[in-house]
């Protein structure tokens, strides 16, 4: 049985949590571990990468940085532990909508692997992900554009806002007008807490 942990802050300085630096601790010592960027690849949050990978590095962890695409998906494979970084949610999305991801991300998880998302990288793993992009309309040019779906890759029920505990009152208003409006729950995520979802 695998473990999904979804975070919002994940592994970054100033975000992580002592309670989530053990349980990474307990399933990445001395494991190697895969850190995907496809969230970082249109800019956004490309200063986290290094020191992601120097905080497993104090762990003892081996790690790997990729980029994963339809051809290279079969290295996943190769890793204990598959970190998804946060970021851009578009290239996340684009990635859960190739059917051969979905398949490696199950085959991953049924021989006991482990996948721990930030952020974007623990959004992903819902159904859908038009909510995070009418919510935050407006608020950065990433969110004003209009993708071909807003699927994610449905191993949650979960719609996880992370950053909490740094959205200002005018998005938690919306939020709160919109889970009214839609119906839709929206499950409020602060930096250093985290959900564990056995698959």
């Not at 942990?5 to 601790?25: A, C, H, M, N, P």
């Not at 890793?79 to 999305?93: N, Q, R």
């Not at 998005?171 to 709160?176: C, E, L």
Request: hydrophobic content about 35%; some cysteine.
């Amino acid at each position: 049985m695998g473990k999904l942990i979804l975070t919002s802050g994940g592994y970054l300085d100033g975000q992580r949590s002592d309670e989530l630096d053990k349980l990474i601790f307990k399933y990445s010592n001395d494991k190697k571990v895969l850190l995907v960027q496809n969230a970082t690849t249109t800019g956004s949050n490309v200063k986290g990468i290094n020191n992601i990978k120097n905080n497993f590095k104090s762990i003892k962890a081996v790690i790997d940085v990729l980029t994963l695409n339809k051809d290279n998906l079969n290295l996943i494979f190769n890793y204990d532990v598959i970190y998804i970084t946060g970021g851009d949610l578009a290239p996340l999305i684009e990635l859960a909508n190739n059917n051969d991801f979905s398949t490696h991300i199950l085959k991953h998880l049924n021989k006991g692997g482990v996948i721990i998302g930030e952020s974007s990288g623990s959004m992903i793993f819902a159904k859908d992900l038009k909510w995070c992009y009418d919510i935050n309309k407006g608020k950065k040019p990433k969110y004003d554009t209009i993708l071909p779906t807003y699927k994610g890759l449905g191993l949650t029920n979960l719609n996880i806002f992370p950053h909490w505990n740094k959205v200002d009152d005018l998005y938690k208003q919306k939020t709160i007008n919109y889970e009214k409006t839609t119906g839709i729950k929206i499950f409020r995520m602060q930096d250093g807490e985290f959900e564990i979802i056995e698959i």
